[in-house]
């Protein structure tokens, strides 16, 4: 390994003082360390530049919104991320600012566990026309601007039809985004190696909307139909596109995979219950 990319999120604190930290570290191990300022949105929502090939590995400091972005772009090049939580959840950016140095320096040597993740790909079609594609790690939600607002979708499975929705909005999630959006709109919480895709209304207006967990190899096809409000898709929380009545989105398994640092199934069900205070049944 020779070069090594470390993404800061400029909102959290103490990320600039362990950036060069960082950087020194890495810099006294013979390794190139490049900086890039990260301010919590897309940078394709704002035409900026990002190239992250020809990086060995990247270093993300901040929460999991900020590994999510790096996870995106690494993945179409194969690069792992190693995530230092800075955040409040840390479900993705399992490495504790205090341990950084001793786990950078494991996977140095080779002694990492890299978890690799499923990413979901999704494509608006219009008038049978691609207008919009995007990729995301943890969901895709379909849903009204309004909080309150029920927006109507006509949802199929490999073209079975499931049913005509009515809810504030639907979510498509991943095994990794189970524990996000979806876990709090009522969906099941999915062990992140599992090959499975979410399917989690919102706030349905029928007592039968029940979440469903379906294979990798399938698509999800929703078509919009008429609703009174504006209706908007939202993949991971950071990149957002305007939907009109008719559009039909289609959504997968991407081929790509996001490679993460140190993610083991110990840390996974030790964050479910600092994070989400799941106990797993009584306790002496």
């Not at 530049?49 to 020809?54: L, Q």
């Not at 709090?184 to 599992?194: F, K, R, W, Y």
């Amino acid at each position: 390994m020779e070069k090594s990319l470390i993404l800061v999120n400029t909102f959290k604190k103490d990320a600039d003082r362990i950036a060069g930290d960082i950087k020194t570290y890495l810099e006294s191990k013979g390794l190139k360390a490049d900086l890039y300022a990260y301010d919590g949105k897309d940078a394709h929502t704002r035409n900026l530049p990002v190239d992250f090939s020809g990086y060995d590995f990247a270093v993300t400091l901040g929460g999991d919104g900020t590994v999510l972005f790096a996870a995106r772009e690494c993945a179409l090049y194969g690069i792992p991320v190693f995530p230092v939580n800075l955040g409040e959840f840390g479900f993705l950016a399992g490495v504790q600012k205090d341990m950084w140095q001793k786990e950078l320096e494991e996977y140095l040597s080779g002694k990492s566990l890299i978890s690799e993740r499923n990413l979901l790909e999704s494509e608006v079609l219009r008038g049978g026309r691609s207008v919009f594609k995007s990729r995301c790690m943890n969901d895709t939600v379909i849903s009204g601007t309004t909080a309150s607002g029920l927006v109507n979708l006509e949802v199929a499975y490999n073209r079975a039809l499931l049913g005509s929705f009515k809810s504030t909005g639907v979510i498509v999630s991943t095994a990794t985004g189970s524990t996000a959006y979806s876990a709090a709109a009522g969906g099941p919480i999915v062990e992140p190696s599992l090959n499975a895709v979410v399917l989690t209304p919102i706030s349905s207006f029928s007592l039968s909307a029940r979440p469903l967990v379906l294979g990798p190899e399938g698509e999800i096809a929703m078509r919009v139909l008429p609703s009174r409000v504006d209706i908007v898709l939202v993949a991971d929380g950071q990149i957002d596109f305007p939907l009109q009545t008719g559009d039909v989105i289609i959504s997968g398994i991407s081929k790509y995979k996001a490679r993460i640092i140190g993610s083991t199934q110990e840390k996974f069900y030790s964050a479910l219950q600092s994070k989400l205070n799941w106990s797993g049944g009584p306790r002496a």
